[in-house]
DNA sequence: TGTACATCAGTGAACGCGCGTTCACTGATGTAC
DNA sequence: TGTACATCAGTGAACGCGCGTTCACTGATGTAC
């Protein structure tokens, strides 16, 4: 119940959550220490300044996501030695992930810092990219197992399709806020699943 | 050569770069209007405060998505009859379009509000729902008509399908910004064409 | 076991800058009679 | 055709607040000998 947790470790916590409700820009830092009980000063003894805290939030964030993606698609392997079929066990998981979060995603930090770019210093911008190409080639191993077994039925670009799984995360968030309906993420990542059954199936 | 733009447009596109460079907080009006060679107080002349600015921004972007997307399709209704052949004709126009675009999509402004929710009032966020709403309710007459014809190969949700393409674009702006290359949007266009061509085409 | 020093996790007060906003005023153009 | 007034499209100076950042200092805990 009472699980200490460090300053530094608060700070983050709700950092997070206000960047991703407000924007980096419009979080300031007297908000985050009212809220973590701590005054401005003890901040600067944990972050040399607010692009350090930017820094450590991206990289935090990048390793519980990249933890959840393992062990989503692992889990699904265990289910089904398939790769086609593991897969789609996979992205049917992910989305149940999805429905469950009581308000929906968050929403994503890649997003939020592709969206205010000239705010961060290159540093954070270059870790942005890194995520993306991280997921791309995560994917991309996927897909080619999948289509060794299951030549696909239109002529497309695994590389693509495998941009396509973060493509359809990011913009269901966006869709998801925008409209104010939680579920219509979950709801894009079952329609993705869809598009790479009909993509590798026999017809 | 010397079309005489008012200083209030000035003032609309010059915001509207900056917006969707940096997102909207960081853009201030000091540099607004010193690309616009305004003062400031010429500034409040034309907007009560910075929240009509928003409001003026995005309803002038949604007009004239909107009337890009009417060209898009009309013309591809004129270049085939039949409601799904002219369908996918749309997307590799739209594809072509953000393909030809020098520096990529400058990116959405409906994400970037979505992404800083709590800066703006009711009335911008209510704006911005119901443009993705009214995006919906296009593609799904056009879904809806293509599968009278086609009955789709997979027991998908059309309403869904139709915010596909919405979540497609915004996903695929998210990624080219994150990543650095512009041809990611118009690629992932292409790959939902081809989802669309599998979910109604004749196995 | 006691003392000296070092490190950790902050505090408190002050800084200067940039921001959005206000307000009284102004020169140029348009309109009524 | 001339005068009076109104509107348009701004100017210039000032405002106060909130922001990120700095700096000298401090009490509690850890370590060496």
């Known amino acids: 119940m009472t699980k200490v947790k460090s300053k530094r470790e608060m700070i983050l916590d709700i950092a997070e959550t206000n960047v991703l409700s407000k924007g980096f820009g419009a979080t300031s830092i007297d908000e985050i220490v009212a809220e973590a009980d701590i005054t401005k000063s003890g901040f600067f003894y944990h972050f040399r300044d607010k692009n350090e805290l930017a820094r450590a939030l991206l990289q935090r964030y990048l390793e519980t996501e990249d933890a959840i993606l393992d062990d989503v698609f692992n889990r699904a392997r265990e289910l089904h030695g398939d790769p ?66 299951y030549p696909p039925r239109d002529d497309v670009d695994l590389r693509t399709v495998a941009d396509m799984i973060s493509s359809m995360v990011e913009g269901g968030i966006v869709l998801s806020r925008a409209v104010g309906e939680p579920k219509v993420l979950a709801e894009q990542i079952v329609l993705l699943r869809s598009y790479i059954r009909l993509l590798f199936s026999a017809p």
Do not use: Q
Not at 90 to 98: S, V
Not at 107 to 121: K, N, P, Q
């Open 84 to 149: 086609l079929h593991s897969f789609l066990i996979g992205l049917k998981l992910l989305a149940e992930l999805m429905e469950d979060l009581p308000n929906g995603h968050p929403g994503c930090l890649v997003a939020t810092i592709a969206y205010s770019e000239r705010m961060f210093d290159r540093d954070v911008r270059e870790i942005n990219r890194r995520a993306i190409i991280v997921w791309r080639e995560r994917f991309l191993g996927m897909l080619e197992e999948i289509a060794a077994l």
